[in-house]
């Protein structure tokens, strides 16, 4: 019977972006588990019914993202429907989502640096999920004004970062504008007292075509000035000398007439 199962151990929520997976050991051999999801005010639901698996994907159970659940994981032999005894059970900590859920990586929609302004636009994560016409909700359509999203930005190939903060989808913020710049972002709960900061977005980095004299400095002015000095000198010489040898042969031309 019930009392000769293992019941589960080592059970751990992982939840990014309101996608939440159950975890546990061992695998099962000879006997089987089923998920119940409790809540504090909803009705228990079952998932994962009669699994040999070691995980279970509950998240359309948790739609209620503000209750705090836990989790019971039965084991059960299906060959003892008929049986009336409660099955042995584990059960997990307590898990809020709202509260506990990771901040998936944003998205980086677009980024620009002109002059002295780098601007970046972000895309929201997406959950799993739907308003009723079908499509998504972000996570910022659940936290609303809890989230807010930080811009960490420096001088590429320096270690000293600057950040900006928005509740928006937004960033301007000023630079050097003959420096290129990296930067990511991430989400932030700053009403969390654990799991504050978000999964961080890829690093991307600006490419300003910098004017030959940020990089080389006077040296380049230097030489430029001795060409620009050198050209226009051989802008007035030139035309002298063709002046002189166009008189010089005109005078030529004229010599045998005057020996005439």
């Not at 016409?133 to 996570?139: R, T, V, Y």
């Not at 420096?179 to 890829?202: A, D, H, T, W």
Request: include cysteine; charge should be neutral; hydrophobic fraction near 35%.
């Amino acid at each position: 019977g019930y009392a000769k199962l293992p019941t589960a151990v080592n059970i751990t929520w992982s939840s990014i972006n309101f996608k939440t997976i159950l975890q546990w050991q061992p695998k099962p051999s000879g006997y089987f588990y089923t998920v119940e999801i409790h809540g504090k005010t909803s009705d228990i639901k079952k998932k994962c019914i009669l699994t040999t698996e070691t995980e279970c994907d509950v998240t359309d159970a948790l739609r209620n993202v503000k209750e705090t659940y836990t989790a019971h994981i039965l084991s059960v032999t299906p060959v003892e429907m008929d049986n009336f005894e409660e099955p042995l059970f584990a059960v997990s900590e307590k898990f809020t989502p709202y509260n506990q859920t990771v901040i998936g990586k944003p998205e980086i929609k677009n980024y620009t640096q002109k002059g002295s302004k780098l601007n970046v636009m972000i895309n929201d994560p997406l959950t799993p999920y739907t308003f009723p016409n079908g499509s998504f909700l972000s996570i910022q359509d659940i936290f609303q004004y809890d989230l807010e999203y930080k811009l960490y930005y420096w001088k590429d190939k320096s270690s000293g970062k600057k950040d900006a903060t928005t509740k928006s989808h937004t960033f301007e913020v000023t630079v050097d504008s003959t420096n290129n710049y990296c930067f990511y972002v991430q989400g932030i709960i700053p009403s969390r007292r654990e799991n504050r900061n978000g999964q961080e977005s890829m690093v991307l980095c600006t490419s300003v075509e910098g004017n030959i004299l940020d990089e080389y400095g006077a040296e380049v002015f230097i030489i430029i000035a001795v060409i620009a000095i050198a050209v226009i000198t051989l802008a007035i010489v030139i035309p002298v000398i063709l002046c002189k040898r166009k008189k010089a042969k005109a005078a030529r031309e004229k010599e045998p007439l005057n020996g005439v």
